[in-house]
């Protein structure tokens, strides 16, 4: 028998692993816990974020399956309600609003009960009605999930790409159509780089900045909503246009990246700033230092250290094979072609997820009717 858990769906009532978790239990369990097509499942006890989200359970595997004693089960009438329809609605903002302003306190978490759920008001068109609505949210529905795989499936062909282009496994063509040959340079890191050690000298920047393992170079008001600086900044270190910077300690959790959308900024004198030489492409680099020979190198570095540090001597020491230069510029060309696609889809996929909460606050409270043919009426 599989178990549905709270961590099987996420906050818009989808699925995100179809891999359930097995257990054994006995027929009273089975009986009293045992979903049907169509039902509901709403988690009644957790912290205020995840509270109140639901699912509809489809069985689309045909496997008997069980829900968690965290969640309550909604069986709806069908001639009255559809429930593709009523699970917009319970997902939908107003009602989590309702259940996290109902809900009853408790230091780690909070809980619902059958009553709150049985309070809920909300906009209740008739059948035919509920069902169009519901059609034309599942079609949003389905261009989100259909994104969300591209974005999935250009992830792993980049990360495919990048394991065959920085290993020299696959070659790339020259301008004359030419396959690269030859062999790839053997060097170490240090020999392409140079560190920065430039201060603010008369704290002539006032642009601080931090390092991010996700979002790269910020602010520290976008990270901690308010700046984290001392007054002085005179002694913090100067990072220009082109130049990379990387947490010491953090190293080993991405805290590594390129500056581009400023033109120069100061940051906290235990970072480490350096720049490429020119026989080294700026962006080849960048896509090295998230490659897994990279990750490897750097994973190596930290074992053994109290502190898991990787200062820039020990950065320096990494080996590395690296190509001529045009064909450095090649490789990195093929990999920002595959990120902006990446990006293209994501731009996609918050339109998608914008439009379909706008369809939701209007067609799930009344304030936009839908046109439901005869022949839909019946």
Same mark, same amino acid.
């Given at each position: ?39 509901? &499942? ?5 912290? #205020? ?5 639901? +699912?509809? *359970? ?21 001639? &009255? ?24 306190? @408790?230091? /780690? ?5 059958? !009553?709150?759920?049985?309070?809920? +008001? ?10 169009? +609505? ?5 079609? *949003? ?22 394991? !065959?282009?920085?290993? =020299?496994?696959?070659? #790339? ?6 396959? $690269?040959?030859?062999? *790839? ?6 020999? %392409? #780089? ?22 790269? $170079? ?5 990270? $901690? ?16 246009? =082109? ?23 100061? #940051? ?6 350096? /720049? ?11 896509? *090295?230092?998230?490659?897994?020979? @990279? ?22 020491? $990494? ?17 920002? /072609? ?13 339109? %998608? ?16 009717? &839908? ?8």
């Amino acid at each position: 028998t599989s178990i549905l858990r709270i961590s099987d769906f996420d906050n818009d009532g989808n699925l995100v692993t179809i891999d359930l978790q097995k257990v054994q239990l006995d027929n009273s369990e089975i009986e009293n816990y045992l979903l049907e097509e169509n039902d509901i &499942v709403i988690n009644r006890v957790n912290s #205020l974020t995840h509270l109140g989200k639901a +699912i509809l *359970w489809k069985n689309l595997n045909k496997i008997n399956t069980v829900y968690e004693s965290n969640m309550m089960r909604i069986q709806s009438d069908s001639s &009255v309600i559809n429930p593709d329809y009523l699970i917009y609605i319970l997902n939908s903002k107003p009602s989590r609003n309702y259940f996290r302003t109902v809900a009853k306190r @408790a230091v /780690a978490q909070c809980s619902i009960n059958q !009553q709150d759920i049985k309070s809920l +008001i909300f906009f209740f068109p008739p059948l035919p009605e509920q069902t169009k +609505i519901a059609q034309i949210l599942t079609t *949003w529905d389905n261009a989100i999930r259909t994104t969300e795989q591209l974005i999935q499936n250009s992830e792993q062909q980049k990360q495919a790409l990048m394991q !065959q282009l920085l290993t =020299g496994k696959k070659r #790339l063509f020259d301008e004359n159509g030419k396959r $690269f040959s030859g062999e *790839w340079e053997k060097v170490r890191l240090g020999d %392409l #780089l140079n560190e920065v050690k430039a201060r603010n000298q008369n704290d002539a920047i006032q642009r601080v900045l931090s390092v991010t393992n996700h979002s790269g $170079f910020v602010l520290p008001e976008e990270q $901690f909503s308010k700046r984290v600086a001392s007054e002085n900044v005179s002694n913090y270190k100067v990072v220009k246009q =082109g130049q990379f910077a990387y947490n010491p300690s953090r190293l080993n959790v991405g805290s590594f990246t390129r500056l581009d959308k400023f033109s120069d900024g100061i #940051l906290s004198p235990m970072y480490v700033v350096f /720049a490429v030489k020119s026989s080294l492409n700026s962006d080849f680099f960048l896509y *090295w230092m998230q490659s897994h020979e @990279a990750k490897q190198r750097i994973k190596n570095s930290t074992q053994g250290s109290v502190r898991e540090s990787v200062g820039f001597d020990a950065l320096c020491s $990494f080996p590395l094979r690296i190509p001529p230069l045009l064909e450095q510029q090649k490789i990195a060309a093929v990999l920002t /072609a595959a990120d902006n696609e990446i990006d293209t889809l994501k731009q996609t996929l918050c339109r %998608l997820k914008t439009e379909k909460q706008a369809l939701m606050q209007q067609l799930l409270t009344g304030k936009k009717r &839908v046109f439901v043919a005869l022949d839909e009426q019946e």
